[in-house]
Every structure is written in C-alpha cells, then in structure tokens.
C-alpha cells in the first residue's frame, strides 16, 4: 500500500472509532509499530489527531464529519450558499462544480441554465441527469465512495487544459495559516490543478468548516477570488480577504449580503 493512502486511512480509522492504540493500528494495516509511529507523527503534526494515553485519538478542532453526516448538517445555509453561487454562473459557460456538501445543491440552481458542467461529484452527475440544458463532463477514475466522487493519479493534469470560466470548490477545513484542505492526496493534486488556471475560483464553505484543517492543503487563501460562506468571519479573514482582493459573501435568511473588503 501506497505511504499516503495508508496515512490516509489511518486518519479515517481514527475518525471512525475516536480512539485506537498503536497496536491496533499495526494489527489493521499490517506494519511494525516503528511504522504506525511515523505515520501517526505526520497526523499528530498536520492537527488532525492527537496523542492521548494509551494511543491516538481524534483531535476535536480538527474533527472531520463523514460525508453522508455532514450532508444533513446546516442542510438549510448549505442551501443558501449554494443557491449564491449559483447567481454567478451565466449561460454558455464552462465551468467546475467540486465534490462536497457545500457544492452539492448547485445543480437546483443551475437547472434552468445552459452551461457546460464538468465535474468529479457523482451526486451532482445524477441530480443534473433530468435536465438537457446542461451539459455534464464526468471525470474518470477511481470511486472515492466516502465522497461519492471520483479521483486519479493518471489524469489530474488533463484538468489544466480544461478553460473553465469559474470553478467552485469545496473544502473539509479552512484557515488562514493552512489554507484550503481536503483528506484525500489524488483529489488534493486535482482540486490543486484546477485552482491554479486562469478561471475565477469560489470556495463554498459553511461556517464549521473554519479553524479546521485536514491533512492535505490544495490551495492557499490568496489563490481564491470568491468566499461564499453562511457567517461572518473573524479579523484574520477579513484582513487575509482585504490583502488578497477576496470578495467574502455572506448568506442568512435568503439573503446574499456581500462584504467587500476592496474596492473593486
């Protein structure tokens, strides 16, 4: 087994029984405790867990939800983030929809639209299936079924030939210091590629997901021109936004209240 794919799913073992010993770590994926040490120090380092008596377990700033738990989660500003983003897509464009719960519900949006989707979500595959205006690119590779979404190794270059006009990704954690993270190391390298063109780039992200990091950083804060979130950030955002020429979206109530913090 691949070094990071192992440490990867050391990380959801941990998130799944909130705490384990080194032992069994070794028993489970078959490596000395000499090994298990190592990878663990690298999550012990990234803040996604933390040494405890008798072996490791979760880090709680740093919890990060399933993805079918966290789809029920703040389902209702999931909704108005989503439906903000939206506004920005106009006819005729080509753009990237991320996998994500914050992302998921773009297409409810987006339906009466004529745009090109290209996507790795495959939530978002089927729920854009009824509608012909939209045209749907699905990206290849293997299942990530935590994520419902589809990742590679082969290809996550392919994706820099793509000319999106916008893309809109997601995010397990955010924070001015480690950036915009995911947890898996191939959707890291995608999402990587694909923020670093020539498209306008919108994070969507609820407001549980800041001061919250997982253990692979796909961009910085400055690489992204949109925030769209549901709360008001702290000083630290607002002065990465201003420095930066961020433009912060807030969402409540069924209204989109727009926090400039540049003159544009």
């Known amino acids: 087994m691949l070094k990071v794919k192992r440490i990867q799913q050391m990380q959801e073992y941990v998130f799944k029984h909130q705490f384990v010993s080194l032992d069994d770590l070794g028993t489970v994926f078959g490596v000395s405790k000499t090994t298990v040490r190592r990878d663990i120090q690298r999550l012990i380092n990234d803040g996604t867990i933390k040494k405890v008596y008798g072996g490791v377990a979760i880090n709680n700033h740093a919890e990060l939800e399933s993805f079918n738990e966290e789809k029920t989660k703040k389902q209702f500003q999931k909704h108005l983030i989503a439906k903000a983003a939206a506004n920005y897509v106009e006819n005729g464009e080509v753009i990237f929809i991320d996998s994500g ?22 939530d978002i595959i089927v729920q854009a299936l009824p509608f012909e205006n939209l045209n749907v690119i699905s990206t290849d590779g293997l299942l990530e079924r935590d994520t419902k979404s589809f990742s590679t190794y082969s290809k996550r270059n392919s994706f820099g030939k793509y000319n999106f006009d916008k893309v809109f990704m997601a995010s397990s954690g955010v924070s001015v210091s480690k950036g915009v993270t995911c947890t898996s190391p191939i959707e890291s390298e995608i999402k990587e590629t694909i923020v670093k063109g020539n498209a306008e780039v919108f994070l969507l992200v609820d407001h549980t997901k800041f001061e919250k990091y997982a253990i692979f950083t796909y961009c910085g804060l400055e690489e992204i021109d949109y925030l769209i979130t549901d709360d008001f950030l702290d000083e630290s955002y607002q002065e990465c936004a201003t420095k930066n020429n961020i433009e912060i979206v807030i969402v409540n109530h069924c209204i989109a209240r727009k926090q400039k913090f540049l003159e544009r």
Request: no cysteine.
């Open 101 to 122: 719960t914050d992302t998921l519900e773009m297409i409810t949006f987006l339906k009466n639209k004529h745009v090109i989707i290209i996507t790795n979500s495959l």
